[in-house]
């Protein structure tokens, strides 16, 4: 059993200057969304780390409003990509002298700031973060937004699900030429089968000199960039986060501001449910900007815009139909479902407990509340079975990737309290 104790220990090990790291082996910095679901577990056992943790994350933020990927608060020699690869500098960020990457993740930040000020209560954080998570939604919609409904990407890296299949076709369509780097990644023979092939990163880095090279211009690269993709999750998370900053607006007392971000995001769910619904395959898929087609493919990103409830009553009845083969495995819910699936191989067919969380709260927010509690039940069953790993193999339940990862401890706490609460007399 891998319980509250043994959660806590993880983090403390992993907890660096005001933030968490996922893993000591793999990613040593202060990554994006990683820290917003560290921090909703945190806010449960340890409420001032969990604010401090946000707090951190959003001091990185760059004057235009992004909330970068990667903050490099220490020492990076020996990574790649450091921030010599990238070459952001510290002038872009507003709050301290900082290197970071040049592109973002899921605006997870934002519901687990809301989700931090839920359980504390503190008001001072509120009004101290509120501001920053403001101007991370403005810039997904005046940097990322062709039409101020859906927001798009440029890197799979931006999307957390970064070996997905979904991005196969997009990284086909452009030669990388010849890409040299040393990566830093495959620590071990049985973590190198796991990882990205050679294929991938040499996409991957060439993206990222394309973005250093056009000085990180959005306007540019969304002309330029062979990768402009409309995700799905990305969008659900957008569609989240305007409710978040909606909700504390309103708790402020700015309920102009509140209205404004209930309306943004009540047309990103449209838009998602209008444009994005792939009725053939039953869920939702993202969308190539750059070839003008979409990307049909049943990655669990497809069911996330449950957590936007964007689906109708029809849809999400259709969706229910893919969730089954989600759902058909010994452990719920894989990343994808599909002809290239490899239950050891990162995005391709684990389970991550930071999509099954999400997927979980969107069911109920669908009101499948017999899937949730599947979809919990089996993200619990890993944790006994196999602690604190970075991910699953659906199958034999075995955890692969990095051991000790941050965001499967976090979460774990997250649904203890949970738990705890619902049994609670009332």
Request: hydrophobic share 40%; with cysteine.
């Amino acid at each position: 059993m891998h319980g509250r104790e043994s959660a806590v220990s993880v983090l403390d090990a992993n907890r660096r200057d005001g933030y968490t790291i996922p893993s000591a082996t793999l990613y040593p910095f202060q990554w994006n969304w990683d820290s917003a679901f560290v921090a909703v577990g945190l806010a449960h056992v340890e409420p001032e780390a969990a604010k401090r943790e946000v707090r951190t994350l959003l001091d990185a933020r760059w004057e235009n409003g992004m909330v970068p990927q990667i903050a490099f608060w220490s020492d990076a020699a020996g990574y790649f990509p450091g921030p010599e690869e990238w070459r952001v500098g510290t002038d872009r960020t507003v709050h301290a002298d900082v290197e970071t990457s040049g592109i973002t993740q899921p605006p997870m930040v934002v519901p687990a700031a809301e989700y931090v000020y839920e359980v504390t209560g503190d008001e001072a954080f509120r009004d101290s973060v509120l501001p920053d998570l403001e101007a991370y939604c403005e810039w997904w919609l005046r940097e990322r937004s062709d039409d101020g409904e859906l927001v798009w990407v440029r890197h799979p890296w931006a999307t957390g699900m970064d070996d997905s299949p979904a991005w196969v076709g997009p990284l086909e369509r452009f030669d990388p030429g010849e890409v040299s780097y040393t990566r830093k990644d495959r620590k071990d023979s049985e973590l190198a089968e796991q990882r990205p092939t050679d294929w991938d990163y040499d996409r991957y880095v060439a993206l990222v000199r394309q973005g250093r090279e056009l000085g990180w211009d959005e306007a540019r690269l969304r002309e330029e960039s062979p990768f402009v993709v409309e995700d799905v999750l990305t969008n659900a998370l957008f569609v989240r986060a305007c409710e978040s900053v909606a909700a504390l607006s309103a708790d402020a007392g700015d309920e102009a501001a509140a209205e404004r971000w209930r309306a943004q995001a009540e047309t990103t769910r449209r838009a998602l449910s209008e444009r994005r619904f792939d009725d053939d395959r039953g869920l939702f898929v993202s969308y190539d900007l750059a070839a003008d087609e979409p990307l049909p493919v049943r990655s669990i990103a497809g069911l996330i815009p449950t957590l936007a409830g964007a689906p109708t009553d029809e849809q999400f009845a259709r969706m229910r139909e893919t969730l089954d083969e989600f759902l058909a495995y010994e452990y719920a819910a894989p990343s994808y479902v599909g002809p290239e699936m490899d239950y050891d191989r990162y995005w391709r067919g684990p389970v991550w407990l930071n999509t099954n969380w999400l997927l979980e709260r969107g069911l109920r927010r669908m009101g499948a509340d017999a899937e949730a509690d599947r979809v919990r039940a089996d993200s619990l069953r890993l944790l006994d079975r196999e602690g604190f790993r970075e991910y699953f193999n659906p199958e034999t339940g075995s955890g692969r990737g990095s051991g000790r990862f941050s965001w499967s401890a976090a979460l774990s706490l997250a649904w203890a309290a949970e738990d705890a609460a619902a049994e609670a007399p009332r």
